[in-house]
């Protein structure tokens, strides 16, 4: 008979730096819903030795360990094949501490390695080119992001049965990618069919069905629906809860999902509430520049500008801005919205030639990578139109609003209703 635990808080003891306190709730090893979980992570973790050890470390998301086992591996490694494997994952140790482009780079030297031994569409081929699809997407780069998405699927669907979580994955990611375009409809598409996968494939407690309610509670934010993505985002909190521990960087994204709902319908106490849980986890277990405490700093921001307290929001989005500047790729759509909200909070502030500076910086980034009927850019050009209209230059803001205008007429979901109605106050 094992004895089984719940992991809480892992953290370092006062009085050393080699020893870890580690605090563990006692459960009952008949569950079979936690024995369908265990199941899974073994599988997940696959593998022998040091090698083992490097998956489950990085699973508890301890990426200095991670690095430093890895480094160390690779300085012993004798093959290839080894040499390969190291590069994975060290590229996903970068990604997920938010350093994007240096995971590329290990992920493109796993495919150099690989190439010497295998085609390029082998199975371990499919693993890669869905890690730098994930990663282009976290740059912002969406078109990139579904090219090498697509590629993995090619491999997968081939060699991987119909119901495999593999696949399940992809869809889910390939929906969130369409949600971050503005295709709503595309995204809950493929979120459907992930559920249908992981419905049959996962135990109702595990982890990557989390990751799916978030995202389609995020589409149904980014539509307006918010009871609908309260329901997804507690569905998903209620997982994480159970199956990964209280400082888990996946459980502070949902309590960031939560206040972002709260946020939207007008119940601020309850938005702080969330936004400060979400940031008190990445605060201490996230490196200082990590883009996930930016978004912490963003929604803190945006609460205080709904709020009226405009030099608060600006201080908060003004500590996103600095690490979004110096982490992410400088086309990257976080920035966009990070310019843009700094542009707004001096559009309130009546400092009109600084909103106008950090709205032309948003908008070059929108232009080039948003689709061109994209509610997004629609919104900055109806914020840049307010701002000349407020300094009474009647031509720049009539253009700018005959642009927002057109998009608002054709695509405009309910997030973005107040676009349509934006003409009838335009003089």
């Not at 890669?128 to 699809?133: F, P, S």
């Not at 608060?312 to 982490?327: F, P, T």
Request: proline share 4%; charged share 25%.
């Amino acid at each position: 008979m094992h004895t089984i635990f719940h992991v809480g808080e892992i953290k370092q003891t006062i009085t050393s730096s080699r020893l870890w306190e580690v605090q563990l709730t006692l459960t009952d090893d008949n569950d079979p819903q936690l024995a369908g979980l265990t199941q899974r992570v073994r599988e997940e973790i696959d593998g022998v030795g040091w090698y083992r050890m490097g998956k489950l470390i990085l699973k508890v998301r301890h990426f200095n360990q991670a690095q430093a086992l890895y480094n160390e591996l690779l300085k012993n490694s004798s093959s290839d094949s080894d040499r390969a494997h190291i590069h994975h994952q060290l590229g996903r140790v970068k990604s997920m501490e938010g350093q994007y482009k240096e995971a590329i780079s290990f992920y493109e030297k796993f495919l150099e390695i690989k190439g010497n031994i295998v085609s390029e569409d082998c199975p371990s081929s499919a693993h890669i080119y869905h890690d730098i699809g994930e990663a282009y997407h976290n740059m912002g780069d969406y078109s990139k992001a579904i090219e090498f998405y697509e590629k993995a699927f090619k491999i997968r669907e081939e060699y991987l049965p119909p119901n495999h979580p593999d696949l399940a994955n992809l869809y889910t990611n390939i929906g969130l990618t369409y949600n971050n375009l503005g295709n709503y409809s595309k995204a809950l598409e493929y979120y459907e069919k992930a559920n249908k996968i992981y419905e049959i494939a996962l135990p109702p407690n595990h982890p990557d069905l989390a990751t799916l309610y978030s995202n389609m509670g995020l589409t149904y934010n980014d539509t307006s629906n918010y009871s609908k993505a309260l329901e997804y985002y507690e569905k998903a909190l209620k997982i994480r809860e159970e199956s990964v521990p209280l400082s888990h960087v996946d459980l502070a994204q949902s309590y960031n999902n939560i206040g972002e709902v709260y946020n939207k319908m007008g119940d601020y106490s309850k938005t702080f509430e969330f936004y400060e849980k979400a940031l008190k986890i990445r605060e201490e277990y996230l490196p200082p520049n990590h883009p996930d405490l930016a978004q912490s700093y963003n929604n803190i921001g945006g609460v205080y500008n709904n709020m009226d307290d405009y030099s608060k929001a600006l201080e908060y989005y003004e500590k996103a801005n600095k690490i979004y500047e110096k982490d992410l790729s400088p086309n990257h759509s976080s920035l966009a919205t990070s310019y843009n909200n700094i542009g707004l909070m001096y559009s309130k502030m009546g400092d009109y030639s600084k909103a106008l500076e950090f709205y032309e910086k948003a908008l070059n980034i929108r232009e080039e990578y948003l689709p061109p009927n994209h509610p997004d850019l629609a919104e900055l050009y109806n914020n840049i139109d307010e701002v000349y209209n407020k300094m009474d230059d009647d031509s720049k803001a009539f253009e700018l609003h005959e642009k927002a205008h057109k998009i608002a007429e054709t695509v405009v979901p309910p997030k973005h209703s107040d676009l349509v109605d934006s003409d009838l106050t335009f003089f």
